[in-house]
Structure formats: structure tokens, C-alpha cells
């Protein structure tokens, strides 16, 4: 009597627990015997893992893990922890009645008699996926903020550097130019000196590729005939793709212009064609196409019309890995010698600078799509033909006295002597201050200043200048081809490196009478 006295609560106690543990959803809490076979079921378990009692009761427990596991032997290594330390605790993929997988927080413990014999387990799990989700989401936007940061630093880096080889550049291919026209007329040194000042122009387009990839090239922005730019450069295309490339293209009947630089677009073209053949290692097909589309807001840019050049090869595509890294700077997928890594930057840099996109898609076909995505020309502007540079004017027979303005001195001394050979006097300056001296002590026809010196830069001397002289003509030259933050003066451009007919034709677009 006393014994069924005292059973009495402890049975109501355990049936009550029994009640609590199957009314729990939210949780999957179940019994295993000591071979791992399911023993109870909760409404949490048939929640999560889609099993009635009916069909999970007797079953091994590790038809909840996925083969991968099985194979590896997680289920068995999971008990045999619980029972020899006292407790299983992990996070693991499993799999639901319907083959779907859930990431659920796993413990198992194990359950003893009073003799401290293993008669079984108790097992609980719950379902985190939503959680790792956004810890994953998370974990990107961390990744995406960290490269963005990563970028900036080598954009701006990339930026400094281009600037530096601008500078030397201007230097080697302006002494190359004055030797050609000074030496004696010998074909061997005539040769050797054209092939120094074709490696100085490969140089400079090099250069080129890092400001692009840095954002920091002068982009002159104009409505652009797509169709009518990729026809134009056919001919340039086939000859740099060799006659193994067979080269198509696609138009729409009607007129596609986009706003862009033409020279740049073009450039950005011969890139992709480029990198196209040597993916086909010289032999395939390459088609070149245009095409308009309304586009859906991505990343930066708004949704609105767009137009895109687009090239597809017959190549071997790339992997997702590559693919997600393809634009990255210096990336390259070309032997040791054969790539820089910056010429899909450098149209990146283009699309971006013009207001557009660059993407890649390797369809599961095979071939890689580079598509130049580009804002649409508003409706009535019209592309400009191309026009034929005018021919530069010979110097008159009046000099012109003109400061020549840099820090660099290997710079200035070239500049100074492109200007003599000219036959302009030159008034040399280091600096702002130096040339303001100049400027205000006599007449002086033209000031050429160099934009990036210490303290104060070509842009605020030219301010300053045209406060006190607001006629005299100035020409900002520069490797970074862009005007300091709050500038409002207009000024002519000359980018470096120039060369003498550059510079004859900048000072003959800002001769004044």
C-alpha cells in the first residue's frame, strides 16, 4: 500500500513530462535505445524531420544524416562520444522525410539505469537554419565590405603609381623624339630608337589600364553609335585576333547609342576580343553584338534603359571561382608573362566611369559573354561622326614666352626642351610660387603646369593666376587627367605622357589672337 502510495505521484509526475515533451514543437526531443534506434516522437520531431511516430518508431537515427555522413561514420562517433564523455553537442546538415536538408544544433545524452548501465539516449534538435542564414549573410556583407575596402586601397595605390610611370614615360618618349630628329640618318639607330619608343607607347597604354582600373582617367563622355564603333574597328579586330579567330557580329536594325568615350569603348573592345583568342589558345569563333534592354536596379546603378556591346567566344569558359574573380586586379589566368591582370579591370573601370557595368556569364554550354552594359543616349541625341584630327600648325615666327611649371625635374627638362624645339621661350618653375614670381614679373604668353605638386597643386595655381590674369591661357598637364576637388575654372587638358605633336596641338587650342 505504501509502495503504490508513493508510485503513484511519481507516475503522475512522468506521465505529465511525457505530455510536456510531445506538446513541445519547437524542438525535436526524442528517445534512442542503446543501438540508436528511435524509441519516442515529439511534435517538434515530426515538425522538423517530416516522420509520423507511426513510421520513425524502430528506425536508426541515422537515417536523419546525410550519406556523406554516413559514410563517414558521424551517426556511430556521435553515440560512442555521448556514452564514453557524457555528452554530444554539434551543428550539422540533416535530412528531413522529403530529402530536404535542415542545419539543426544537435546534444545527445545518455540515460543510465540506477547500476549505471547505458540503456539508451535522449536527443535533442533544433532546427537553426534561418540563424546560419543570416550568419552567412552576414559573414558576406563583412567579405564584400572588407574587398570594397581592399580595392579602394589598390585603386588608390594603383592610381599613384600610373601617375609616377606618367611622369617617367613623358620623359623617355619625349628624349626619344628629339633623338630621332637630331640624329644622323642611320637605319640601324633609327630602328633601335623606334623600338624604344614603341615599348615607352606600350608603357604608357599599360598605365592607361591601371587609371582605369584606379578611376582615374578623363573619360570624355559623348553619345556613341555602338553599331557604327564595332563596324569601324572590324578591320583592327581581325588583324589582332589573327586569321584562325572567326569573327561575327550580330546588330538589330535599328540605331543603339549609349553615352561613353569612344576611344575608351574602343580600347575596352579590343581587350575583351583579345583576351577572347588567347582563351581559345588562337582558334574558334568570337561574335561581337549590340543590343538595348530595360534593366531592373543593381548594386549601384538604378533601373532605367540601358545598351551593352557584348562579346561571346567559343572557348572553355570559366569556373565560378574564376568568374567571381576575373575582374579582380592583377588576377590572371595567363602564364607568368603573358597577362597583367588589369585589362578586364580596365573595362570595368570604363563601363563604371560612364555610368554602366561590366559582367561575365559562362554558360553551361561552354564560351565566356562579356556584356558592356551602358546608359542609353537620351531620345534625340545624335552620335557625332568621327572627324579627322586637323593637322597642327606650324609655330608663328613670334615666340612665345611660356612658364613651364613642375616638380618633377626630368619632366620639366623635357618639357622645356619639346617647348624650345618649338621655338618658344621657356621660363622654368618647380613650383606654384615660383612660377606666380614668373607670371607677375613680365609678359608671359601661355603657362603649362604640371596638376600634381606639393602644396599648392596646378589647379590652385591656375586659380590663382586667373584672378590677376584672367586672359592668360593655361593648359593643366597631368597623369591623372582630373581637375582637384573644387576647381570651377575651366582649363585645357594635356595628359601625360604627350608627345610633341600633343603638345603643339594643346597650345595651338588655347592660342589666343
Excluded at 564595332?230 to 569573327?247: C, H, K, N
Excluded at 563601363?351 to 534625340?380: D, K, Y
Amino acid at each position: 500500500m505504501n509502495h503504490m502510495e508513493v508510485d503513484q505521484p511519481a507516475l503522475r509526475d512522468l506521465e505529465r513530462y511525457r505530455l510536456l515533451v510531445e506538446a513541445i514543437a519547437d524542438y525535436a526531443i526524442y528517445m534512442l535505445d542503446a543501438g540508436g534506434h528511435v524509441a519516442s516522437w515529439n511534435a517538434g520531431a515530426k515538425r522538423f524531420k517530416g516522420y509520423s511516430e507511426d513510421e520513425i518508431l524502430g528506425q536508426h537515427f541515422s537515417v536523419f544524416y546525410t550519406p556523406e555522413d554516413r559514410e563517414a561514420g558521424i551517426p556511430r562517433k556521435a553515440l560512442t562520444t555521448a556514452s564514453t564523455e557524457g555528452r554530444f553537442e554539434a551543428e550539422g546538415w540533416r535530412v528531413r522525410k522529403d530529402g530536404t536538408r535542415l542545419w539543426a544544433h544537435v546534444v545527445i545524452d545518455p540515460i543510465v539505469n540506477p547500476r549505471g548501465e547505458l540503456i539508451g539516449f535522449a536527443k535533442i534538435t533544433r532546427d537553426i537554419s534561418e540563424r546560419r542564414e543570416s550568419q552567412l549573410k552576414l559573414q558576406a556583407a563583412r567579405e564584400q565590405l572588407f574587398q570594397a575596402q581592399k580595392m579602394e586601397a589598390i585603386g588608390q595605390l594603383t592610381g599613384g603609381v600610373a601617375h609616377d610611370f606618367n611622369n617617367l614615360l613623358t620623359a623617355v618618349l619625349s628624349s626619344l623624339e628629339l633623338m630621332r630628329k637630331r640624329l644622323p640618318d642611320d637605319p640601324g639607330l633609327v630602328r633601335l630608337l623606334d623600338n624604344a619608343m614603341q615599348g615607352a607607347q606600350r608603357g604608357a597604354a599599360l598605365t592607361q589600364r591601371m587609371l582605369a582600373f584606379a578611376r582615374r582617367q578623363n573619360l570624355e563622355v559623348e553619345v556613341v553609335d555602338l553599331k557604327a564603333l564595332v563596324t569601324g574597328m572590324s578591320d583592327l579586330l581581325q588583324r589582332a585576333l589573327g586569321t584562325q579567330i572567326e569573327l561575327t557580329t550580330q546588330f538589330p536594325a535599328e540605331p543603339i547609342a549609349g553615352l561613353t568615350d569612344a576611344n575608351q569603348l574602343e580600347a575596352a573592345v579590343l581587350n575583351l576580343a583579345v583576351n577572347a583568342r588567347d582563351a581559345m589558345d588562337g582558334t574558334g569563333r568570337i561574335t561581337i553584338g549590340v543590343k538595348r534592354e530595360w534593366r531592373p536596379a543593381a548594386g549601384t546603378l538604378p533601373a532605367g534603359n540601358f545598351v551593352c556591346v557584348w562579346l561571346a567566344d567559343s572557348g572553355p569558359g570559366m569556373d565560378a571561382e574564376t568568374l567571381a574573380r576575373a575582374a579582380e586586379p592583377f588576377f590572371t589566368t595567363k602564364g607568368v608573362g603573358k597577362g597583367t591582370g588589369l585589362g578586364l579591370s580596365m573595362v570595368q573601370g570604363v563601363a563604371e566611369q560612364s555610368g554602366g557595368r561590366l559582367t561575365l556569364l559562362s554558360p553551361p554550354a561552354g564560351g565566356l559573354v562579356a556584356e558592356i552594359w551602358l546608359p542609353e543616349a537620351a531620345a534625340g541625341q545624335v552620335a557625332q561622326p568621327a572627324q579627322e584630327p586637323a593637322a597642327v600648325q606650324a609655330p608663328d615666327a613670334k615666340q612665345l614666352t611660356v612658364v613651364a611649371v613642375d616638380d618633377d625635374a626630368l619632366v620639366l627638362f623635357n618639357t622645356v626642351a619639346l617647348l624650345e624645339d618649338l621655338g618658344h621661350q621657356v621660363l622654368e618653375a618647380y613650383s606654384a610660387d615660383e612660377a606666380l614670381t614668373l607670371v607677375r614679373a613680365q609678359q608671359v604668353d601661355l603657362v603649362i603646369t604640371d596638376y600634381s605638386m606639393p602644396g599648392t597643386n596646378g589647379g590652385q595655381l591656375a586659380t590663382m593666376i586667373r584672378a590677376e590674369q584672367p586672359q592668360l591661357p593655361i593648359i593643366l598637364a597631368t597623369g591623372y587627367a582630373e581637375l582637384p576637388a573644387g576647381t570651377t575654372i575651366e582649363l585645357a587638358r594635356l595628359s601625360k605622357p604627350f608627345t610633341q605633336h600633343d603638345l603643339a596641338k594643346a597650345i595651338a587650342a588655347v592660342r589666343v589672337g
